[in-house]
Nanobody
Framework: QVHLVESGGGLVQPGGSLALSCAAS????????MGWYRQAPGKQRDLVAT???????RYADSVKGRFTISRDNAKMTVYLQMNSRKPEDTAMYYC????????WGQGTQVTVSS
């Protein structure tokens, strides 16, 4: 079993910055892909960004140039630096882990509002 613990959500003003982190523990493997998805009320869960063990990244078009994903393989932690926040970034953000199965964190709420 894989356990994911997210931190860093909260309220931020438009244009502001916020960082999320997610630490994986349990039966984990460094060859995993980790990342973030988000789900706004009444909408489906969508990709934000993912990063492989070798640090190959993939971003949703809506966050390219504003968000940066990174990971620390020694700590099995993935980070998401979010800059130039927009109100449409408001959502529950879920940590994602994939290696021989998908696992999800509990989610952390991010609200962008003035």
């Amino acid at each position: 079993q894989v356990h994911l613990v997210e931190s860093g959500g909260g309220l931020v003003q438009p244009g502001g910055s916020l960082a999320l982190s997610c630490a994986a523990s349990g039966n984990i493997f460094r060859l995993s892909t980790m990342g973030w998805y988000r789900q706004a009320p009444g909408k489906q869960r969508d990709l934000v960004a993912t990063i492989t063990f070798s640090r190959s990244t993939r971003y949703a078009d809506s966050v390219k140039g504003r968000f940066t994903i990174s990971r620390d393989n020694a700590k099995m932690t993935v980070y998401l630096q979010m800059n130039s926040r927009k109100p449409e970034d408001t959502a529950m953000y879920y940590c994602y882990y994939n290696y021989r199965g998908e696992y999800w964190g509990q989610g952390t709420q991010v609200t962008v509002s003035s």
